[in-house]
């Protein structure tokens, strides 16, 4: 079976921009518009803030972005903010109609 | 606005069945959803177990296919979760959720809140 793989850990000031890397281990893992992401704040219920790897739900901020190239879906967080701290998880759509998460990345805001 | 709330036993013996309700509101259990659970055990990731479509077409994660089993109660808009012989590597939050699928994507757009089950004699 087909893994998503993110970093452990990133980590970012006030105001400065993150990246956080989510990569497939095979072609049809991540492509298309397979990819979604997920926030976890510590405590609470995971929330979508990117869909079909570029789309934003209605209420989450600009500062959130995502992006593709290859194998390797990204999540770039703008500005960032204290309220930023959390985990997020991507997530892709598997051509076998299987939802793979990745093991997530905790983001700290210095 | 849809919601969802999970509900069952907090405690449950290894080798026993786990069974989880999820009351879902403010929208049909019928809709073009497939309604999935996916579980976190404490202080790690995300799992995804599985997913139900309103006509009983469903799709399992292949490490658990062999003991989970998701229905749905279209009469009270419910989704059920079972699964057999646990251990304590079962012990986890499980939450229950609404996916957007079609034939090229899907994702989560709502999340319950999640109920913590302990696997523990």
């Known amino acids: 079976q087909s893994a998503l793989t993110q970093p452990p850990s990133v980590s970012g000031s006030p105001g400065q921009s993150v990246t956080i890397s989510c990569t497939g281990t095979?072609?049809?893992?991540?492509?298309?518009?397979?990819v979604s992401w997920y926030q976890q704040p510590p405590g609470t219920a995971p929330k979508l803030i990117i869909y079909?790897?570029?789309n934003r739900p209605s209420g989450v901020p600009a500062r959130f972005s995502g992006s593709e190239s290859g194998n390797t879906a990204s999540l770039t967080i703008s500005g960032l903010q204290a309220e930023d701290e959390a985990d997020y998880y991507c997530?892709?759509?598997?051509?076998?109609?299987?939802?793979?998460f990745g093991g997530g990345t905790k983001l700290t805001v210095l | 606005q849809v919601q969802l709330q999970e509900s069952g036993p907090g405690l449950v013996k290894p080798s026993d069945t786990l069974s989880l309700t999820c009351d879902v509101s403010?929208?049909?259990?019928?809709?073009?959803?497939?309604w999935a659970w996916i579980r976190q055990p404490p202080g790690k990731g995300l799992e995804w177990m599985g997913y139900?479509?309103?006509?009983?077409?469903?799709f399992y994660n292949p490490s658990l296919e062999s003991r989970v089993t998701m229905s749905v109660d279209t009469s009270k808009n419910q989704m059920f979760l079972r699964l057999s012989s646990v251990t304590a590597v079962d012990t986890a939050v499980y939450y229950c959720?609404?996916?957007?699928?079609?034939?090229?994507?899907?994702?989560?757009?709502?999340w319950g809140q999640g109920t913590l089950v302990i696997v523990s004699s």
């Open positions: 959720a609404r996916s957007h699928c079609s034939s090229a994507t899907c994702y989560i757009d709502n």
């Open positions: 403010g929208y049909s259990i019928k809709s073009n959803y497939w």
């Open positions: 139900i479509f309103h006509t009983g077409s469903r």
């Open positions: 095979s072609s049809d893992v991540v492509s298309y518009n397979r």
């Open positions: 079909e790897v570029i």
């Open positions: 997530s892709s759509y598997t051509s076998s109609s299987i939802l793979l």
